[in-house]
Nanobody
Framework: EVQLVESGGGLVQPGGSLRLSCAASGFSFSSSYMGWFRQAPGKERAFVAAITWSDGSTYYADSVKGRFTISRDNAKNTVYLQMNSLKPEDTAVYYC???????????????WGQGTQVTVSS
């Protein structure tokens, strides 16, 4: 059974930082592309960042490029999202998932974890 457990969210002021973690199990993590998505109130879930399994190449949505960094630890089956220079428009529930090889902006699994809430507000 695929399990994805996100953590690390919270309330932060504009310009602040947070580091999200996602512990994965139930599939071959080390040979999977992994990514982060987010869903803001009233909006559809959207791609945020991706990391390959082979050479660790990373890809980002334009809205977070230069501010967010995705990384992974295959020994811990965990993927991270370091978020810096946070803006109010980054407020959302953040989710992780494995990604399709054919399109790294699309989730591999239909099931999702509970997500972690990030709120950016003064």
């Amino acid at each position: 059974e695929v399990q994805l457990v996100e953590s690390g969210g919270g309330l932060v002021q504009p310009g602040g930082s947070l580091r999200l973690s996602c512990a994965a199990s139930g599939f071959s993590f080390s040979s999977s592309y992994m990514g982060w998505f987010r869903q803001a109130p009233g909006k559809e879930r959207a791609f945020v960042a991706a990391i390959t399994w082979s050479d660790g190449s990373t890809y980002y949505a334009d809205s977070v490029k230069g501010r967010f960094t995705i990384s992974r630890d295959n020994a811990k089956n965990t993927v991270y999202l370091q978020m810096n220079s946070l803006k109010p428009e980054d407020t959302a529930v953040y989710y992780c998932n494995a990604l399709r090889y054919s399109d790294y902006s699309k989730p591999l699994f239909n099931s999702w974890g509970q997500g972690t809430q990030v709120t950016v507000s003064s």
